[in-house]
C-alpha cells in the first residue's frame, strides 16, 4: 500500500456511483401534484430538465416537490440558485404546510412504488461510465472499500447487485444508521485503526465535507468533491480553492488512485 493509494476508500451513492435524477423527478412530480392538485397533471416539456439543472438546491428529499412547485410558479432558475433556503419556507407557509407532511407524502409514494414495481423503480437508476468497474477493481483489491449515503442502504445493495458490484451490507451506511457522514468516517477509521489521512472520501455535496472539515480530529482525512454530480459551478470553484477539498473528474474517478492528488 503505498501513500498515493488510500488504505478505506468511502464513497457517497448518489451523485457519485450512480444517477437517480430520473428517479427524483418521477416522484417528486407525483408528490407534487398530490398535494397541489394541478389542474392539469401532464408534465410541462421541459419541467423535467429544469429540476435537473436546480437538483443541487436539494439538501433533503421533501424539498423536490416543492422545487417543483417553483418551477411551476415560475419562479427564475438564478432566483432558485441564490435564494433556495428563503423560497421554501416562503411556499411552504403560503400553503399552510409543514416539511413533514410533505416528506411523509413523498416516502409514502416512493415506497408504494417500490412495493408494487421494484424493478422499474430500480431501472430508473443509473451508474456513470467507468464507476462499476472501479468498484470491481478497488473490492478486488487491498483498499478496503464503504458507501456511506443518506439513501436507503438495502437499495443501495439492490442496486449494486443489479450490476454485479458484490459489497457486503456490513460495508454500506445508509439512511439508517441516522447519523452524521463525519461520524460513520471516524468510526471506520477507529474500527481500522489507521491514520485519518488513510481514509479517503468522495462526495458530491461541498457542505458536507466542510462539516467533515469542522471535525478536528478529521482533518487530514482527503476529501474529494465529485465534480459529475449534483453541485454548481461556484461550488466546485470553491472546492478548487480549498486547499483541504480535492476537486475530483469523473475520468480521474475511474483511474489509478495515483492520479487522484
Not at 11 to 17: E, H
Not at 88 to 93: D, M, Q, R, W
Not at 102 to 108: E, Q
Not at 157 to 164: A, I, S, T, V, Y
Request: glycine fraction near 4%.
Amino acid at each position: 500500500m503505498t501513500a498515493s493509494s488510500p488504505k478505506i476508500l468511502a464513497l457517497d451513492f448518489d451523485g457519485v456511483i450512480c444517477d437517480g435524477l430520473i428517479e427524483y423527478f418521477e416522484v417528486a412530480w407525483r408528490a407534487y401534484c398530490q398535494i397541489w392538485s394541478p389542474a392539469n397533471d401532464t408534465v410541462p416539456d421541459d419541467l423535467a430538465l429544469r429540476f435537473y439543472r436546480l437538483r443541487p438546491v436539494i439538501e433533503t428529499g421533501w424539498e423536490m416537490p416543492v422545487l417543483i412547485k417553483a418551477l411551476i410558479d415560475d419562479i427564475p432558475e438564478d432566483k432558485i440558485l441564490q435564494e433556495w433556503v428563503n423560497i421554501t419556507p416562503h411556499i411552504l407557509s403560503t400553503d399552510k404546510l409543514q416539511s413533514k407532511e410533505v416528506a411523509i407524502k413523498l416516502d409514502s409514494l416512493r415506497d408504494e412504488w417500490i412495493a408494487t414495481d421494484l424493478n422499474g423503480w430500480l431501472s430508473l437508476h443509473k451508474f456513470y461510465p467507468g464507476v462499476v468497474e472501479k468498484l470491481k477493481v478497488t473490492i478486488a483489491s487491498e483498499v478496503k472499500l464503504y458507501i456511506v449515503s443518506t439513501k436507503e442502504g438495502r437499495f443501495i445493495q439492490q442496486l449494486l447487485q443489479r450490476e454485479g458490484v458484490d459489497l457486503p451490507p456490513t460495508a454500506i451506511f445508509g439512511k439508517e444508521v441516522k447519523r452524521p457522514k463525519y461520524e460513520t468516517l471516524r468510526e471506520l477509521i477507529a474500527a481500522a485503526d489507521i491514520q485519518p489521512g488513510n481514509l479517503w472520501f468522495v462526495e458530491d455535496r461541498l457542505k458536507t465535507l466542510e462539516l467533515i472539515q469542522k471535525q478536528t480530529d478529521l482533518n487530514n482525512v482527503k476529501l474529494f468533491l465529485a465534480d459529475w454530480g449534483y453541485n454548481t459551478q461556484p461550488e466546485r470553484k470553491a472546492a478548487q480553492n480549498d486547499p483541504g477539498v480535492q476537486l475530483l473528474s469523473l475520468s480521474q474517478f475511474t483511474k489509478d488512485f495515483s492520479g487522484w492528488l
